[in-house]
C-alpha cells in the first residue's frame, strides 16, 4: 500500500556530505512524523534524526551541528543533509514514516529498503 524508497547513499571521504532522500508513495492519506535511523554493522538500529509535520525536529547528539532534516509535505519526501561525515557514520540509512491511509485508519509505521553510506578515512 505505501512504499518508502531512499535515494543519495555512497562511498564519501570523512569531513565530506550527503544528502539523502526519501519519497513516499501509495495510499498515503496523511503522513505524521518522518525521519531516518541508521544501523552499523554489529549495532542495533538508532534514531538518527525525525522530523514532524509541523516541521519540529529532533537529533541524536552525535550528529547536532552536522545534520539536517527537512521535508517537502507536498511531495511526502523528507531529506538528510550530512556535513562533516565521520567514518563512525558509517551505516545503512532507513527511512521511517507514519502513514494514514484511510480516515478510519490510524498511523502505522513505514520503512525504507536501507541505502549504504560508506565514510572512509
Known amino acids: 500500500q505505501v512504499q518508502l524508497v531512499e535515494f543519495g547513499g555512497g562511498l564519501v571521504q570523512a569531513g565530506g556530505s550527503l544528502r539523502l532522500s526519501c519519497v513516499a508513495s501509495g495510499r498515503i492519506l496523511r503522513i505524521n512524523a518522518m525521519g531516518w535511523y541508521r544501523q552499523a554493522p554489529g549495532k542495533q538500529r538508532e534514531l538518527v534524526a525525525v522530523i514532524t509535520s509541523g516541521g519540529t525536529t529532533t537529533y541524536t547528539d552525535s550528529v547536532k551541528g552536522r545534520f539536517t532534516i527537512s521535508r517537502d509535505n507536498a511531495k511526502n519526501t523528507v531529506y538528510l543533509q550530512m556535513n562533516s561525515l565521520r567514518p563512525e557514520d558509517t551505516a545503512v540509512y532507513y527511512c521511517?514514516?507514519?502513514?494514514?491511509?484511510?480516515?478510519?485508519?490510524?498511523?502505522?509505521?513505514?520503512w525504507g529498503q536501507g541505502t549504504q553510506v560508506t565514510v572512509s578515512s
Open positions: 521511517n514514516a507514519g502513514v494514514q491511509t484511510a480516515i478510519l485508519s490510524g498511523f502505522r509505521d513505514y
